[in-house]
């Protein structure tokens, strides 16, 4: 006779019960990006002259001219300038393009950075009593550096007045919008387009562009942290944290490309407090991530910047890169709220069939479409744009971070209680 711990050893058959098979887990492999990497174009040969300048002024008015701009050769020629600057710095720290083999025209460009900050020491924020958004005295800053910026270029070697009309619109809204008192990629991108209409007059050739990385556009990023941290400049759109970064993009595909085949820095290295610290003077993405470490209040990346979080995840800067890549075109070029904005002279021409603000009557051939004025300028809002676009004011990181230092005697960052 059996005993229980026979019963509760056998099996109990089930009628009609069928288990399924066990089969081991494999692990999936990722799914790869189905976007290929966009390659960089050939940058063009400068336009020979004479020249007739023209004043720039919006062009893309509407998704009809968004499109014909994607397809023009002076998209071609931001994209074959901006690649280019990132395919120049690949796998180069700061430090192998040294100061003293620098061009004559590369050192103007960077004293004229120098000056900008004298005005900015000289013209001091307003008090606005630990207010976090953006500070008044911004716009007496931005009207000091009108009042200079002829004078500096024609320190660069322009002197036709048309020119330095044209050039140095784009150099004034290289530091922040006036009346938003905000900064963003936007404001980042005319930055480069001066340095592209610099190289179509003639003033800096392609054997400049790895200087105009490592030198001047790391200058740049140093006096705008100076402007954001003076002024408190509030992000341009509403993307907040859920952006790569408040304020910069370029910092990022450029710094990826310096880091391309480093033998031992890889992406993880971000969340390493040494590697930034020893690191950070010679690659752009380190500095950039330290930057941001340092004006946030709260410790962490995965809190403050969880996109960059997510990216430090990659396996190699090569994923980087090109994911850098990708969204420099989807993101700027190719955001309609964003290029909007974009501004059009003769160094960088629209095309014939684009609109001009003369002929726009509004929206009307887009029912999707809301026509705003906004700080004095017409432009267009679609029903999921106003986050690229205007947004809703958004208090400055940077603004946040020295009020609160101010009110706890300079204290570090706090940690997320349950990090």
């Not at 229980?4 to 990006?33: H, W």
């Not at 023209?54 to 397809?71: A, G, K, Q, V």
């Not at 000091?144 to 048309?162: C, F, N, T, Y």
């Not at 003369?358 to 999707?368: C, F, L, N, Q």
Request: with cysteine; charged share 20%; proline share 8%.
């Amino acid at each position: 006779m059996a005993s229980a711990a026979d019963y509760a050893k056998a099996p109990v058959p089930i009628p009609g019960l069928q288990l399924p098979r066990l089969t081991p887990r494999r692990r999936q492999t990722p799914s790869s990006n189905p976007t290929p990497i966009p390659p960089t174009p050939p940058l063009p040969s400068p336009p020979p002259g004479p020249l007739q300048f023209i004043h720039p002024t919006r062009r893309i008015l509407s998704p009809y001219d968004h499109e014909i701009f994607i397809n023009s050769s002076s998209y071609t020629l931001i994209t074959s300038f901006v690649f280019g600057l990132s395919d120049a710095v690949k796998d180069t720290p700061v430090s192998a393009v040294k100061a003293e083999g620098l061009k004559p025209a590369v050192l103007c460009i960077l004293r004229v950075l120098d000056e900008v900050e004298k005005v900015a020491e000289q013209s001091p924020p307003t008090d606005e009593g630990g207010s976090r958004f953006g500070n008044k005295g911004f716009r007496d800053f931005i009207d000091a550096v009108g009042k200079e910026h002829e004078r500096w270029h024609q320190q660069l070697g322009i002197e036709d007045p048309a020119a330095i009309d044209e050039v140095s619109t784009y150099f004034l809204q290289a530091f922040g919008n006036r009346m938003r008192i905000d900064y963003g990629s936007g404001h980042e991108l005319n930055f480069i387009i001066w340095l592209l209409c610099l190289y179509q007059l003639n003033i800096i050739q392609r054997s400049d562009l790895q200087a105009l990385v490592l030198h001047v556009f790391m200058r740049y990023l140093r006096l705008m942290r100076v402007i954001q941290s003076t002024y408190y400049l509030e992000p341009a759109g509403s993307h907040g944290v859920w952006g790569l970064d408040d304020y910069q993009f370029l910092p990022f595909l450029f710094g990826a490309s310096q880091l391309l085949h480093h033998p031992f820095i890889r992406p993880l290295s971000i969340h390493q407090r040494l590697t930034l610290e020893e690191y950070d003077t010679e690659y752009m993405y380190l500095n950039q991530v330290a930057f941001i470490n340092s004006v946030k209040n709260v410790e962490g990346l995965r809190w403050h910047s969880p996109m960059l979080d997510d990216i430090s995840a990659a396996k190699s800067w090569e994923k980087v890169a090109g994911g850098m890549k990708r969204m420099f075109i989807a993101e700027v070029l190719k955001k309609l709220p964003v290029m909007q904005h974009f501004l059009f002279g003769s160094l960088v021409p629209a095309s014939k069939d684009m609109s001009t603000e003369k002929e726009w009557e509004g929206a009307g051939k887009d029912e999707d479409a809301t026509v705003v004025m906004e700080d004095g300028m017409k432009h267009v809002h679609h029903a999921s744009s106003w986050g690229d676009c205007c947004g809703i004011k958004v208090p400055s990181s940077i603004g946040a971070a020295q009020e609160m230092k101010k009110q706890t005697g300079g204290e570090g960052l706090r940690r997320v209680p349950f990090d």
